[in-house]
Each structure stands twice: as C-alpha cells, then as structure tokens.
C-alpha cells in the first residue's frame, strides 16, 4: 500500500511532504545529469522560492549562477520580485531578511509567517540558511528551532519547508557543531522531513569516500591530515585540471568548487520536491554541465549520433556560408563575425545538409528589427517555409516555424542594437528556444523534424544583422 500511494503522489505532482519518507539532501545529491529534464522543466513552472539568508547561505546562490552560465536554459532562475518569468524558477533571495540565528534564533519564524500571510503567498518553497550560529547552539536551542519549523508547517501545510545543518567550523565529529547537526539529522529522519545538509555537503570532494569532517574540516575546506593542512577543493582542481566545470567566480568564505556542488544540490533537491525519485545510489560526482538537454528519462541514454562540432569565430570561418535574398555581398566585419546584409528576408546559409541538434550564435542587430534563424528546413527565398524548423525574434515578439506552421510567443529580450546571444537545443524530440538565459519556449517537434537533414541559416528582415560567436552540433 505504502508503494501504491508514493506512486499516486509522483503521478499527481504532489509535493513530497514527508508522507513518504525524509529526504536528505547531502553529497550524494549534486550530480545534476542524473536529473530528467521533465522534472527540471516542473521546477522552473511550479516552484516559487523564499531563501531567507545571510553570507553563508549564499554560496548555494553562487553556484547556482555557476550552473546557469554553464547552461541558461534548463537552471534558469531570477531573484526579481516583480514578476515570476515563465520557464524560469522563481527565487525571492535574501527574503526574509536575516537568517535562522540573526537577529537571534526566533525572529526569523514570525518573519516567515508575516511574508506567507501577506506579499509573499504565492511561494510554495520555503529555505533558510545558518550562519554560524550552530557551533556555539545548546540542545535547547535547536529544539526550539526543530520547533518553530513543525509549527510553521502546520500553519502553511501547502508550502514545503527546508530544513538546514550549520556549517563546518574546525571542530570535527567531537565538536559542538557535529552534535548539534547530528540533533538536526535524526529529527529530520524521524519525522521525514526534507534536510539540506550544508554540512555534509562540504565535507566530501566529488567522487570522493573521505569524510573530511573527521579530520577538522572547516568552512573554507581546510582540513588536518597527519599534522599537515590541505584544501580539499584545491586539491581536487589540481588532480582535475580538465575537469570542464563552470565554477563561481568566488563565493563567500569558501571556495568555488564547494558553493557549486552546494547549487548543483539545490536543483537536486528542487527536483525531489516537485516528484523526481532519484537513484538510490545517488550522485556524487560533477561531470560538466552539458549545454544540451537533458533526458527525459532516467533510462540508459542511447548514443546521441552526433558526429561533429561545428565553430564559426574568425572572419575565415565565415567564408563558407552563401548569402541569399539580397543583391550586395556577405562581407565579414573587419572585426570577428558575419554581415548578413538586409532583405525580405536574407540569410546566410551554411554549405550542406545537417540535421542540427544544438546552435547557438551572437546576434546584434545593426539596422532594423529582426533577427531570423532556420535548421533542418527546406530554405526558398522566405520567412515561413514550409518544411523545418525555424524563428524569429523582433520588436513585436517571438515567433516559431515548425513546418510552416506560426506559434507566436514574448519575446524575453527587447529587441535593440545590443548583442544577444541565441540557443536552441533538440533533444528527444524536443525543442528549446533561448535567448539571454531566458526561454523563449520549450515544445515538443515531430520527429521528423528532429531526425531531418535540412538547411542551416542565419539572417533577418529588413535588417543588417551582425552574427558571431556560432556553433553547431549535427549527427
């Protein structure tokens, strides 16, 4: 009966809210590939965040960005309070203000509770972060925490709360700071409750069995080994060199492979709560982010047939791409890129027949207000053609093409003489569309379109647009 339930709740979306079992988010949880893009999809459409925090906390903030310059589409999220952007999580960072120990260890609850009753009762996920406060806690204090949490869930039983360990601080398994999380642990797992364990998390390198807690591993990732000191992250990069991961480019008093495992988590533990039931082995190495889509399914992924990596950065790269709709010549900027000069419409074409499943291209409008791309179609002289896929982005909004067929949307960006960049991603079948980090839209293609070999071309309307910076995967 137990299963039959667990399984009725995953199929109707429901929030695990501990009527299954506690989930702890700990270093096992940070290798974010495993996770099927359906769920990371549901994250980004459903889940709207408060993330109250001080300096600590926002080394999991850190490397979430890390993960969105790494992939802009699938962890994409704002920390704006004006609107909830579609496609993207929503993450009210820093609100409340404060954290579980600042101003003092009960302030941040009635704070909670004045947001979910008035600006903030559209947030379904609720997380705060430690500051130090937990290495100098007594066993009272902790309760009242454990306390004030049970309390806020039965107010708010529609919002998931996020329970936290405190950071590592020096003082190993016989310190203060081990008991106390050792106090927060069995509480969560008595009571099934979801834990972020902030504590665990930075006491493990990727891939790695050592506790490095036990040996007096503090914040920073110092740790005491046979009298000499290391740093468990610097170490890893310096055995790792081509590890291929997009790091922060600091995080707060720590280094910044450990606030990116800390937000590879995050959207680990996002994806659990809105139904992901991960492997029970769990992930606990950091392979790179790719910039493709991930599966849609936690089945083994078959061989994705891509052949070649196509880059276009220098003006002699250009020279291969012919220019139609227009009478003047595709000149290439004395600088890096492409002019594709205007026309109703003119493109660039790429010489041959492709079937694409990931470009990504600069785009700065010179003159005029639009810009075009098209992949796998049959490309003749017009904006719309009949076969393939296709887009277009100008000041009235987005546009899709898919076989002739129009699919209108918002265009995220404003449509100005600034260069954005452009990606779109098939995977499974599956099209993804985003410009500047924000998706334009995310649908699903025949699969004759997917599979299809067609042309490949850049351009615009009416409009001197300068390309640059672009690439292509094709099988």
């Known amino acids: 009966m137990r299963g039959s339930l667990k399984a009725f709740f995953l199929a109707a979306g429901i929030f695990l809210s501990g009527m299954v079992s506690a989930q702890i988010i700990d270093h096992n949880c940070?290798?974010?590939n495993l996770i099927p893009h359906s769920f990371l999809e549901k994250v980004r459409k459903e889940l709207r965040i408060s993330y109250g925090h001080t300096s600590h906390g926002s080394q999991i903030?850190?490397?979430?960005?890390?993960?969105?310059?790494?992939?802009p589409i699938i962890f994409a999220f704002s920390t704006s309070r004006s609107e909830v952007q579609p496609n993207v999580l929503s993450i009210w960072d820093g609100i409340p203000s404060g954290d579980l120990g600042n101003p003092d260890r009960e302030s941040w609850a009635e704070n909670t509770m004045k947001l979910l009753d008035g600006p903030g009762k559209d947030r379904n996920v609720v997380m705060w972060s430690w500051c130090g406060q937990v290495s100098s806690a007594r066993h009272k204090d902790i309760e009242t925490y454990l306390r004030l949490m049970s309390s806020l869930e039965k107010r708010f039983p529609k919002v998931k709360f996020v329970y936290m360990t405190g950071h590592l601080d020096g003082s190993g398994e016989k310190g203060n700071l081990h008991e106390r999380n050792e106090q927060i642990r069995e509480y969560c797992k008595r009571n099934n409750k979801l834990l972020f364990d902030f504590a665990d998390i930075e006491s493990y390198s990727p891939g790695g069995n050592m506790n490095f807690m036990k040996y007096n591993c503090n914040d920073a990732c110092d740790f005491v080994y046979n009298g000499k000191k290391y740093n468990w992250a610097q170490e890893w990069l310096s055995k790792n060199p081509e590890h291929g991961l997009t790091l922060p480019r600091s995080a707060a008093h720590t280094q910044p492979l450990n606030a990116l495992l800390k937000g590879?988590?995050?959207?680990w533990m996002m994806a659990v709560i809105s139904g992901w039931v991960p492997p029970e082995q769990g992930g606990n190495t950091a392979k790179p982010v790719s910039k493709a889509v991930a599966p849609t399914s936690t089945a083994p992924a078959k061989p994705s047939g891509i052949s070649r990596l196509y880059r276009f950065d220098r003006i002699q790269d250009f020279r291969?791409?012919?220019?139609?709709?227009s009478d003047e010549t595709l000149i290439p900027e004395s600088g890096n890129?492409?002019?594709?000069?205007?026309?109703?419409?003119a493109v660039a074409m790429y010489r041959g027949l492709y079937t694409i499943v990931e470009l990504e291209f600069k785009a700065r409008l010179v003159s005029g207000s639009s810009v075009n791309w098209y992949v796998n179609t049959d490309w003749k002289d017009t904006w719309n053609p009949k076969v393939g896929l296709g887009g277009v982005a100008n000041e009235n909004g987005c546009i899709l093409i898919v076989n002739g067929e129009i699919y209108k949307y918002a265009c995220p960006v404003r449509m100005d003489n600034q260069e954005h960049r452009y990606q779109i991603v098939i995977r499974n079948n599956r099209l993804v569309w985003g410009i500047d980090r924000n998706i334009v839209v995310e649908t699903d293609i025949p699969a004759s379109l997917a599979d299809r070999k067609g042309s490949l071309a850049l351009g615009g309307w009416k409009s001197n647009v300068l390309f640059s910076g672009v690439y292509f995967q094709a099988k």
């Open 30 to 32: 940070v290798e974010v």
């Open 61 to 71: 903030i850190s490397g979430m960005e890390a993960l969105k310059d790494a992939n």
């Open 264 to 267: 590879r988590a995050f959207w």
């Open 320 to 325: 291969p791409w012919v220019l139609f709709g």
């Open 337 to 345: 890129g492409m002019l594709v000069p205007s026309g109703t419409p």
